[in-house]
């Protein structure tokens, strides 16, 4: 398993961003109104990821892997690593959705109240996306070991 390409996350953002907004294009009208803490989550686990991600990097440096008590399990490592990456798409998605709903919204000149509403909603979701995926990248960072040689390969 290799690291996770920024490129790809990118490009899964744009794809989705593009069938949002021609989604949010063509029924805007039958939406609720967003919430302006609608991308809470995102902040969240963005924040529970950085957590664990300083837990695990000192385990790491620390070289306390293993199957013994007080150790990091390697299986525990695994999911940390499926985590993150699994983050790493969710946050992508998010961006996704919010940069095409925000992109609607910016470009929409006929109903300017019900898109100043929903407006700071999606920039509090996209925001959110972002520091998602910036956490689980950060967590997978942590979790290589020190002479990992896939260092080189994260371009």
Same mark, same amino acid.
């Given at each position: 398993?290799? /690291?996770?390409?920024?490129?790809? *996350? %990118?490009?899964?953002?744009?794809?989705?961003?593009?069938?949002?907004? *021609? =989604?949010?294009?063509? +029924?805007?009208?039958?939406? /609720? /109104? *967003?919430?302006?803490?609608?991308?809470?989550?995102?902040?969240?686990? #963005?924040? *529970?990821?950085?957590?664990?991600?300083?837990?695990?990097?000192?385990?790491?440096?620390?070289?306390?892997?293993? +199957?013994?008590?007080?150790?990091?399990?390697?299986?525990? &490592? &695994?999911?940390?690593?499926?985590?993150?990456?699994? +983050?790493?798409?969710?946050?992508?998605?998010?961006?996704? =959705? !919010?940069?095409?709903? $925000?992109?609607?919204?910016?470009?929409?000149?006929?109903? $300017?109240? &019900? #898109?100043?509403?929903?407006?700071?909603?999606?920039?509090?979701? $996209?925001?959110?996306? =972002?520091?998602?995926?910036? %956490?689980?990248? !950060?967590?997978?960072?942590?979790?290589?070991?020190?002479?990992?040689? +896939?260092?080189?390969?994260?371009?």
């Amino acid at each position: 398993m290799g /690291p996770t390409r920024i490129r790809d *996350l %990118a490009m899964l953002a744009v794809v989705v961003a593009v069938v949002v907004f *021609l =989604v949010v294009r063509v +029924s805007y009208g039958s939406l /609720p /109104p *967003l919430p302006l803490l609608a991308g809470i989550v995102l902040y969240v686990l #963005a924040a *529970l990821e950085v957590v664990i991600a300083f837990v695990v990097r000192a385990r790491v440096n620390d070289r306390e892997i293993g +199957s013994h008590s007080g150790q990091l399990h390697p299986i525990t &490592a &695994a999911r940390v690593l499926a985590l993150a990456k699994a +983050s790493a798409i969710l946050g992508a998605l998010a961006i996704g =959705v !919010w940069t095409g709903t $925000l992109a609607y919204l910016l470009t929409r000149q006929d109903d $300017l109240a &019900a #898109a100043d509403h929903d407006r700071p909603g999606t920039i509090v979701g $996209l925001i959110g996306g =972002v520091l998602l995926v910036g %956490a689980a990248l !950060w967590l997978e960072y942590c979790c290589r070991t020190p002479d990992d040689p +896939s260092d080189d390969l994260a371009t």
